[in-house]
């Protein structure tokens, strides 16, 4: 049986698997804390080390732009030559990619039990697919498929303009406005974005914030301790049901639209019974046009390990 080495690498955390070549599978999955390493290719070192294999052929995800050989995290000192790494640990081929270009390259391989429907119609076969995730911040990709093979478009859709259709949402704008200048979909559609919307609720009040995490907030506005809080998480479920929406206008995304991970599997049921899915489909004269599009939640544990496998195996000229 043949193995290649599959990664999915944030600002924090380094998760590194096995991928079985012929089915996908995905295997002897281990974390490693980015700041125990002065290197990705030390934890890779490690892992392989203690799995005691070999492997000719590898696939990373990483959590930043992917344009040429030299890669630089956003959210961590790690920095490498894509070349020069595969040179030193004797790879055959090496692909380095956005990580949500790994989660996108997920989707085709996900099974019904790998994920929940928030409203639409069934996912048509062969038509193209939004995917996005508020976390750290706010990534996007679409997915189409074209001569039998499946084609990640990922770019940086979470610095779009951040759009409000709402009195409320304008006077968020308003705010976060004066304080940063140019508001992006991130800037609300995040860990950091959450605390952004309850601190432009409060001081849209003449109320001076606290300064809370994105946990504090979410933990106060589930318990109903703090109006301002629920306000917020209430919010931020309407921004993503509209920009969801907003990504299914731009591809006519009838094979689904699904969401990666991030902070929202921590709010589900909150997440559930919200303005979600209405603001999805609030889209004026294309009412119609949005309402048959499926959302989906991804709840796979680990989709961009599969996605950088699945990633890897087309490339080596497999069909997924």
Request: negative net charge.
């Amino acid at each position: 049986m043949t193995y290649a080495l599959v990664g999915d690498v944030g600002g924090t955390n380094a998760r590194l698997a096995l991928c079985t070549v012929a089915t996908g599978e995905i295997t002897q999955a281990k974390t490693y804390s980015g700041l125990e390493f002065d290197s990705l290719e030390a934890v890779i070192r490690q892992y392989l080390k203690a799995c005691d294999i070999e492997v000719q052929d590898a696939c990373i995800a990483i959590a930043c732009p992917v344009t040429e050989d030299w890669v630089a995290m956003t959210n961590h000192s790690w920095a490498f030559s894509i070349k020069e790494m595969k040179a030193s640990l004797g790879l055959s081929h090496l692909e380095v990619i956005n990580d949500f270009t790994a989660v996108s390259m997920a989707i085709p391989m996900l099974s019904p039990d790998d994920v929940l429907q928030f409203g639409g119609g069934d996912a048509q076969p062969g038509k193209p697919i939004a995917v996005y995730g508020a976390g750290t911040g706010l990534g996007v990709a679409h997915l189409v498929h074209v001569d039998r093979r499946w084609v990640s478009l990922p770019g940086e859709g979470g610095h779009v303009d951040f759009a409000p259709n709402s009195e409320e949402e304008d006077i968020i704008l308003e705010v976060l406005r004066a304080e940063v200048g140019h508001v992006s979909a991130e800037r609300v559609l995040s860990g950091p974005g959450l605390v952004n919307l309850y601190r432009a609720i409060v001081k849209a009040d003449n109320r001076l914030p606290e300064k809370w995490e994105p946990k504090d907030i979410t933990e106060r506005a589930l318990a109903d301790s703090c109006i301002d809080c629920r306000r917020a998480l209430s919010l931020f479920c309407v921004i993503m049901g509209r920009f969801g929406g907003n990504l299914a206008l731009n591809l006519g995304t009838f094979g689904g639209v699904y969401i990666a991970g991030g902070i929202v599997p921590r709010f589900m049921e909150f997440f559930k019974a919200s303005g979600f899915r209405a603001a999805f489909e609030d889209k004026g004269r294309f009412r119609d046009y949005v309402r048959e599009i499926p959302v989906f939640m991804i709840t796979h544990g680990q989709p961009g390990l599969l996605g950088a496998g699945a990633h890897l195996r087309q490339t080596l000229g497999m069909h997924l």
